[in-house]
């Protein structure tokens, strides 16, 4: 049950795209359709932004897109804004019928 | 609207018991699985364990495996975690969050309660 892997950072302007990758194995990520991305603001719970590898809840703004390739995913946020600046986590079912996420990444709006 | 509150969460010392609650509202909660997400102080999230919809089902994250245990009482609205043996790497926010009906992904959080062990 090894965490999957996300940069600790990333960073761009407002009005710029970032990309978020999240690497794990053929027992999760690359095995299954089912990676997630929350996002996650100071103080407060996770919040769904993607499902499903691409998927938007109602709700979430279509700046945010996810894809998939192999045994990495990403999360997409074009068109930044200040607002967006939180941590982003993936998470992935499992071949063990558990879940798994990444270690996070940090994500500042300069 | 849908709403999941945790509780129990406090100081404990080293080796001894803890055990949290979530008191669910606003969907049926006979009919969705339910996960307990913890967050170390200043850390990522870690997934803990889920139980199906009708408790028949457990998985557990190794580092909480035959200590921790899950359970609910749908007659309740309620979902619970069992903490035995706690040690100070379990010092976390402890949340539950509920899964979207068919489907893998944890759609519902509560806020969390913060359980810290400590001497």
């Known amino acids: 049950q090894s965490a999957l892997t996300q940069p600790a950072s990333v960073s761009g302007s407002p009005g710029q795209s970032i990309t978020i990758s999240c690497t794990g194995t053929?027992?999760?990520?690359?095995?299954?359709?089912?990676v997630s991305w929350y996002q996650q603001h100071p103080g407060r719970a996770p919040k769904v932004m993607i499902y499903?590898?691409?998927n938007r809840p109602l709700g979430v703004s279509n700046r945010f897109s996810g894809s998939k390739s192999g045994n990495t995913a990403s999360l997409t946020i074009s068109g930044l804004q200040a607002e967006d600046e939180a941590d982003y986590y993936c998470?992935?079912?499992?071949?063990?019928?558990?879940?798994?996420f990444g270690g996070g990444t940090k994500l500042t709006v300069l | 609207q849908v709403q999941l509150v945790e509780s129990g969460g406090g100081v404990v010392q080293p080796g001894r018991s803890l055990r949290l609650s979530c008191a669910a509202s606003?969907?049926?909660?006979?009919?969705?699985?339910i996960h307990w997400v913890r967050q170390a102080p200043g850390k990522g999230l870690e997934w803990v364990a889920v139980?199906?919809?009708?408790?028949?089902?457990?998985y557990y994250a190794d580092s909480v495996k035959g200590r921790f245990t899950i359970s609910r009482d749908n007659s309740k609205n309620t979902l619970y975690l069992q903490m035995n043996s706690l040690r100070a790497e379990d010092t976390a926010v402890y949340y539950c969050?509920?899964?979207?009906?068919?489907?893998?992904?944890?759609?519902?959080w509560g806020q969390g309660t913060l359980v810290t062990v400590s001497s």
């Open positions: 969050a509920k899964d979207a009906l068919g489907l893998l992904y944890f759609q519902h």
């Open positions: 053929s027992s999760d990520v690359g095995g299954y359709n089912y």
């Open positions: 499903d590898v691409s």
């Open positions: 606003g969907f049926t909660f006979s009919s969705y699985g």
């Open positions: 139980i199906s919809y009708d408790g028949s089902d457990k």
């Open positions: 998470s992935s079912y499992t071949s063990s019928s558990t879940r798994v």
